[in-house]
């Protein structure tokens, strides 16, 4: 047993008030004369035992209550044994969860200062020469250290919510390469969170039959939340002048519907799209909003946003998005160039088209170009190769426009893609579907009648994919051949391979009406588009072409307020370079990549919507998740006690003994009343 406030047993001194009473009689004695007092002598003898055993019980009953009411407002408890090792354990690991579900408010205060709170008890619960480690949500470098008391409660100090939300396996892990040189049979870590459902993956947590759990459990809170998701454009190039479509969704992660809810999109500070949003509980919805493209060209910031509250971390979705000048296609060929394709893209003010001989191409410009067009190119060389294939990597769109004498080179280039073409067939077929459903067709046909006038095709190169690549036959021939077979096996680019050149004596495509919306289809499918936003992670990394100067002293990250500016890290490339910005952004917000005054690129940045789910595990879940089989011991500490715990001791309470000493105190000061009252 032991006690909260042992302060408190100073007052047992207070026993000796009884004892002093019972020893000291100070009521006034009246003499009575008597002319024989024999018989009151004998009576005196007989009465004078029994009289002493009652006061003595008497005052034993007094001193025992009060000393059991002493003993209450001391406040005893069980000891925990299996926690009260940790006092002589020389390191305590401590993660307090700092991720943005934290900043929900408690009775009294937010969870994130009320683990704060516990954090410097469970520190100042040991001896000065204990070592400390602060985990949380950034995983900095500079917390990968020993830490003494002081330094340890400094450092709590300081800890402020981050857009980052860790998982519990990833926290265990680095705890377990922080202490790796302490292999003692007693190793501990706190765990103080709120031990979100989303934010941990049971199949991440490590087994570790060293390490001894103590599950501090932030709790109280049942609060609604309403929150935007994600959001994608129907149609990832945007025109100047045109209707964009964006969809985004919206989640009711509480118990009650929402009705009529407002939901906004603002354009580079103006509000351009609003509707309302209806979700039942516990489910999601997708919201369809339109606006049109501003006319002015360049990079373009948008936020969506929904009314709710008290959560109101995630009511903002940041995004950004560029509406490009022009798309820059370069067309390699071997003899000479394809006049189709310079007829169809030559008079659109949309489009820069260049074309360029195979021998003369400049490997390193290929990257400034969003669509490539091999036309009947050879030879291709290894430079070449590797080229091309990062450009698709990168996210570029390619186009293969085979001949005879290309074949061998053209192969060397798709067995990366997952296809290869083979020798000629010269027996006379036709295009007999196009898939209209699939979203390369979008906005090309109204309605395809039963018997279409497609493409004939005289000579074709049978296309076989080895049945692993992410390919898709958007246009078939008779004998299920693909005539137009697009490739997203790397990267995010995309390669279109057809069966035959642009050539009037190998098909009617040249000539056909599906041969303008075709390539046009894969022109504004082309540009490199980046994700219209990134989640906060630990290190972003965000490409850049390699035309713009990246010199780490110049090139800049600054947030939309410029209140911010970070040097960021260069990755280098053949055909791309990479921006990276290491360590959480401070919030979410739209950030400019700025080469000098100039801004180069931009990018927006949201907080882990993992945080938006607020259901959190119970009791059971969370020894489910955090099997006993898999560490030394878990512990699972009463939150409610813990919030109301005034010293640290709290943490090795394992049941608390005060109601048990009131008990006993009204049953002594009953046994004093029976024995005054009764015993005559």
């Not at 700092?98 to 410097?120: C, H, I, K, W």
Request: with cysteine.
């Amino acid at each position: 047993m032991a006690f909260r406030h042992p302060a408190m047993l100073w007052w047992l001194f207070a026993l000796i008030i009884p004892v002093l009473i019972h020893l000291f009689n100070f009521r006034r004695h009246k003499t009575i004369l008597f002319s024989n007092i024999q018989l009151l002598r004998n009576l005196q003898q007989e009465t004078n035992k029994t009289n002493k055993l009652k006061h003595r019980l008497i005052l034993m009953m007094r001193m025992l209550a009060l000393a059991a009411l002493v003993i209450a407002f001391a406040r005893p408890y069980a000891k925990n044994e299996r926690l009260m090792n940790l006092k002589k354990n020389t390191v305590v690991s401590v993660y307090v969860d700092n991720s943005p579900s934290m900043q929900r408010r408690g009775s009294t205060m937010t969870f994130l200062e009320e683990m704060r709170q516990q954090a410097v008890r469970i520190a100042e619960s040991f001896d000065l020469n204990t070592r400390y480690v602060l985990l949380s949500n950034e995983f900095k470098p500079a917390r990968n250290r020993l830490l003494g008391r002081d330094d340890f409660i400094r450092e709590l100090t300081e800890l402020i919510p981050v857009a980052a939300s860790a998982d519990l396996g990833d926290v265990i892990r680095r705890n377990h390469s922080i202490a790796k040189d302490d292999e003692s049979s007693n190793r501990f870590l706190f765990l103080l969170s709120d031990f979100q459902k989303s934010a941990t993956d049971p199949a991440r947590i490590p087994a570790d039959t060293n390490l001894q759990l103590v599950l501090l459990k932030a709790g109280g809170s049942k609060d609604q939340n309403l929150y935007l998701d994600t959001l994608w454009f129907e149609n990832p190039v945007l025109r100047p002048g045109l209707e964009a479509r964006l969809h985004l969704v919206v989640v009711n992660d509480g118990d009650q519907a929402v009705n009529g809810v407002p939901v906004k999109l603002e354009l580079n500070g103006q509000q351009v799209a609003i509707t309302t949003a209806t979700v039942n509980p516990n489910e999601r919805t997708e919201l369809l909003l339109q606006f049109l493209v501003p006319q002015t060209k360049g990079f373009q910031r948008a936020v969506a946003s929904v009314q709710d509250y008290p959560i109101v971390f995630d009511d903002e979705l940041f995004f950004s998005f560029e509406v490009m000048s022009k798309i820059r296609v370069l067309e390699l060929y071997r003899d000479k160039p394809n006049p189709n394709i310079a007829l169809l893209f030559q008079d659109d003010d949309d489009v820069e088209l260049q074309h360029s001989a195979v021998t003369n191409v400049d490997i390193q410009s290929i990257a400034g170009f969003q669509l490539l067009i091999l036309n009947q190119t050879y030879p291709l060389s290894s430079g070449l190769l590797a080229a091309l294939d990062s450009f698709v990597a990168a996210g570029g769109s390619l186009v293969l426009l085979p001949s005879e004498r290309c074949i061998d080179d053209f192969n060397s280039l798709t067995q990366r893609f997952g296809f290869a073409y083979q020798l000629a067939d010269t027996t006379a077929t036709r295009v007999t579907k196009v898939e209209e459903k699939h979203p390369f067709f979008s906005d090309v046909f109204v309605k395809i009648p039963d018997q279409p006038d497609l493409p004939v095709v005289t000579k074709h190169f049978p296309i076989r994919t080895d049945g692993k690549t992410n390919s898709f036959r958007l246009m078939r021939l008779l004998n299920d051949d693909p005539f137009l077979l697009i490739s997203n096996a790397r990267g995010s680019g995309s390669v279109y391979a057809f069966a035959s050149p642009n050539d009037p004596s190998w098909s009617s495509f040249v000539g056909h009406a599906l041969f303008a919306p075709v390539f046009y289809k894969i022109l504004y499918r082309s540009p490199l588009m980046h994700p219209v936003y990134y989640v906060n992670r630990e290190t972003l990394e965000f490409p850049i072409p390699t035309n713009v100067e990246t010199d780490a002293q110049k090139l800049t990250v600054q947030d939309e307020g410029h209140s911010i500016s970070i040097i960021p890290g260069i990755g280098h490339g053949l055909n791309s370079n990479k921006l990276m910005v290491s360590g959480l952004l401070a919030e979410a917000s739209h950030y400019d990549v700025m080469l000098n005054d100039s801004l180069v690129g931009m990018f927006s940045v949201n907080t882990d919507r993992r945080e938006s789910a607020l259901k959190v595990m119970d009791a059971a879940q969370l020894r489910e998740v955090f099997n006993e089989d898999n560490f030394a011991d878990v512990t699972l500490l009463d939150a409610s006690k813990s919030w109301l715990a005034e010293d640290a001791t709290a943490l090795t309470e394992i049941r608390s003994l005060i109601s048990l000493f009131l008990v006993l105190t009204l049953v002594f000061l009953l046994a004093e009343v029976l024995l005054v009252r009764f015993w005559k």
